[in-house]
């Protein structure tokens, strides 16, 4: 790079530099026309204006800046584009550029390519972290200001969505509410005005919502027939379920309750990894069998789960599905793992709830996705929304479950170690409004538990655990 600088300013380029910067400008451009908006495109952009700023091609360069604007635009890229801006700036003002980094993960909640970017900008910027308050202030607009609104769906079960989660992303000094008003659902707040960004109409047609549309000072939700929606407040996010209408039907069949099993993880989202085992695939098993065991002992439940197959659910749909179909508990599966050798293995449950505990946090990070900086973030959140009958209930769950599972599984490892039950923030429970927990049913990374996961004998044993668990707590629910 040195030699293109200096042979631009002090003696004008031999033909051999010139005509490789302009083969490399030329490459990088091609490059980025061809990705679009995604995050390769990006990248290519970038190496684009590098190109030309070494060539000392002022004229590309403009091109490759507009061309980058153009993608600042598109939401699919949206968060990369304010990535790659605050690494660029981050060598000027690092305290701004982790500002900006760390605001882009809250607004881009499944976008985890973007995510993974961010968490290495902070990662590489912590020592120019500001002060939790001011990570926590949402800056200085006046009033409260909606920029961005995403829908997600929630139709893992059926080839219909079953529900819908709508996020509003507010910023400022925000109030917001929502209320049913006929066919519509209205979300507006004191002072809140809608950016012209969000879309004046986004047709849904799906999961009980018809269209989502922009007033100055609200947002509307048309739902459909027989729709039904609620709304709450998780600070950074505003967030909206809808439940459809099949979702009430479901409900009157006269099922007497409805168990919610989730299999972490799915598709190229696979979890940990060991010994030949993917987490993803493991839990997705174990949810099956479980499943089974408990329409088979509880005939008049339904189970669902919110993946059957190897597939990207987003950890936001998983409770939003959990909330919109009504159910009365969720269980989340997973397998724990370390990046360290693992002297002691076993089996631990969660619950929702803050804690301090290092480890706890890390392997939230893990699961989340994220960095422990953005785990403390959600604790912050999470005081928001915190009940206290919440926490006991699905601790309850988590005691009945833990249980039955360490049990199961002792079948087979007699010695299997109990790691308790603890609390910890993981994105996947916040927002459920049943009792909700999250199993860690054994240690891919421990060999012994590993070679014991190869085997059917040991994922029955775990799985009838589950299930026995989850048979005693609506035993429990139904004495009541
Ligand atoms: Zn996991």
Same mark, same amino acid.
């Given at each position: 790079?040195?030699?293109?600088?200096?042979?631009?300013?002090?003696?004008?380029?031999?033909?051999?530099?010139?005509?490789?910067?302009?083969?490399?400008?030329?490459?990088?451009?091609?490059?980025?026309?061809?990705?679009?908006?995604?995050?390769?495109?990006?990248?290519?952009?970038?190496?684009?204006?590098?190109?030309?700023?070494?060539?000392?091609?002022?004229?590309?360069?403009?091109?490759?800046?507009?061309?980058?604007?153009?993608?600042?635009?598109?939401?699919?890229?949206?968060?990369?584009?304010?990535?790659?801006?605050?690494?660029?700036?981050?060598?000027?003002?690092?305290?701004?550029?982790?500002?900006?980094?760390?605001?882009?993960?809250?607004?881009?909640?499944?976008?985890?390519?973007?995510?993974?970017?961010?968490?290495?900008?902070?990662?590489?910027?912590?020592?120019? %972290?500001?002060?939790?308050?001011?990570?926590?202030?949402?800056?200085?607009?006046?009033?409260?200001?909606?920029?961005?609104?995403?829908?997600?769906?929630?139709?893992?079960?059926?080839?219909?969505?079953?529900?819908?989660?709508?996020?509003?992303?507010?910023?400022?000094?925000?109030?917001?509410?929502?209320?049913?008003?006929? !066919?519509?659902?209205?979300?507006?707040?004191?002072?809140?005005?809608?950016?012209?960004?969000?879309?004046?109409?986004?047709?849904?047609?799906?999961?009980?919502?018809?269209?989502? %549309?922009?007033?100055?000072?609200?947002?509307?939700?048309?739902?459909?027939?027989?729709?039904?929606?609620?709304?709450?407040?998780?600070?950074?996010?505003?967030?909206?379920?809808?439940?459809?209408?099949?979702?009430?039907?479901?409900?009157?069949?006269?099922?007497?309750?409805?168990?919610?099993?989730?299999? !972490?993880?799915?598709?190229?989202?696979?979890?940990?990894?060991?010994?030949?085992?993917?987490?993803?695939?493991?839990?997705?098993?174990?949810?099956?069998?479980?499943?089974?065991?408990?329409?088979?002992?509880?005939?008049?439940? %339904?189970?669902?789960?919110?993946?059957?197959?190897?597939?990207?659910?987003?950890?936001?749909?998983?409770?939003?599905?959990?909330?919109?179909?009504?159910?009365?508990?969720?269980?989340?599966?997973?397998?724990?793992?370390?990046?360290?050798?693992?002297?002691?293995? !076993?089996?631990?449950?969660?619950?929702?709830?803050?804690?301090?505990?290092?480890?706890?946090?890390?392997?939230?990070?893990?699961?989340?996705?994220?960095?422990?900086?953005?785990?403390?973030?959600?604790?912050?959140?999470?005081?928001?929304?915190?009940?206290?009958?919440?926490?006991?209930?699905?601790?309850? @769950?988590?005691?009945?479950?833990?249980?039955?599972?360490?049990? !199961?599984?002792?079948?087979? @490892?007699?010695?299997?170690?109990?790691?308790?039950?603890?609390?910890?923030?993981?994105?996947?429970?916040?927002?459920? %409004?049943?009792?909700?927990?999250?199993?860690?049913?054994?240690?891919?990374?421990?060999?012994?538990?590993?070679?014991?996961?190869?085997?059917?004998?040991?994922?029955?044993?775990?799985?009838?655990?589950?299930?026995?668990?989850?048979?005693?707590?609506?035993?429990?629910?139904?004495?009541?």
């Amino acid at each position: 790079m040195w030699a293109v600088v200096a042979c631009v300013v002090l003696f004008g380029c031999g033909d051999d530099d010139a005509q490789s910067g302009r083969a490399a400008l030329d490459h990088a451009r091609g490059e980025a026309l061809e990705a679009g908006a995604t995050a390769a495109g990006v990248d290519a952009t970038l190496r684009w204006r590098e190109a030309a700023r070494e060539a000392g091609l002022e004229l590309d360069r403009l091109r490759a800046e507009r061309h980058l604007e153009g993608l600042a635009a598109q939401p699919a890229v949206a968060c990369v584009v304010t990535v790659a801006r605050a690494r660029l700036a981050a060598s000027e003002d690092p305290r701004a550029s982790y500002l900006a980094a760390y605001r882009a993960t809250e607004s881009a909640p499944d976008d985890a390519a973007c995510r993974e970017r961010a968490r290495r900008l902070l990662d590489e910027l912590a020592a120019h %972290r500001p002060p939790a308050a001011e990570l926590a202030s949402r800056g200085s607009i006046a009033g409260c200001r909606v920029a961005r609104v995403a829908v997600l769906g929630s139709g893992v079960i059926t080839a219909e969505a079953l529900g819908t989660r709508v996020l509003l992303f507010p910023e400022g000094d925000c109030l917001l509410e929502g209320h049913a008003q006929g !066919g519509l659902f209205v979300v507006s707040g004191p002072g809140l005005v809608v950016d012209s960004a969000v879309p004046e109409e986004l047709p849904v047609g799906a999961g009980g919502v018809v269209a989502l %549309r922009r007033r100055d000072d609200a947002v509307v939700l048309e739902l459909a027939e027989g729709a039904s929606a609620q709304a709450f407040d998780l600070g950074s996010r505003f967030v909206i379920d809808v439940a459809a209408h099949t979702t009430l039907d479901e409900r009157a069949e006269g099922a007497a309750r409805l168990v919610v099993i989730d299999p !972490g993880h799915g598709g190229m989202d696979f979890g940990a990894r060991f010994d030949g085992l993917k987490e993803a695939q493991v839990a997705l098993d174990l949810a099956e069998r479980a499943a089974r065991i408990v329409a088979r002992r509880l005939p008049s439940s %339904r189970v669902v789960l919110t993946r059957t197959r190897d597939e990207i659910v987003g950890l936001e749909q998983r409770a939003a599905f959990a909330n919109a179909v009504g159910a009365d508990l969720f269980v989340s599966i997973h397998l724990n793992a370390a990046d360290e050798p693992v002297r002691v293995g !076993g089996v631990t449950t969660f619950v929702l709830d803050v804690t301090d505990d290092r480890q706890a946090l890390r392997l939230a990070a893990r699961e989340n996705e994220t960095g422990v900086a953005e785990v403390t973030g959600i604790q912050r959140l999470l005081a928001r929304v915190h009940r206290a009958d919440q926490v006991e209930r699905s601790r309850r @769950l988590a005691e009945h479950v833990h249980e039955a599972t360490l049990a !199961g599984g002792r079948r087979v @490892l007699p010695e299997l170690p109990d790691r308790g039950v603890k609390s910890a923030m993981f994105y996947v429970l916040v927002g459920a %409004r049943m009792p909700a927990i999250l199993l860690e049913a054994s240690f891919l990374t421990k060999p012994e538990e590993a070679a014991a996961l190869h085997t059917e004998a040991y994922r029955e044993a775990l799985a009838a655990g589950i299930a026995e668990g989850i048979v005693r707590y609506v035993a429990e629910l139904d004495a009541r």
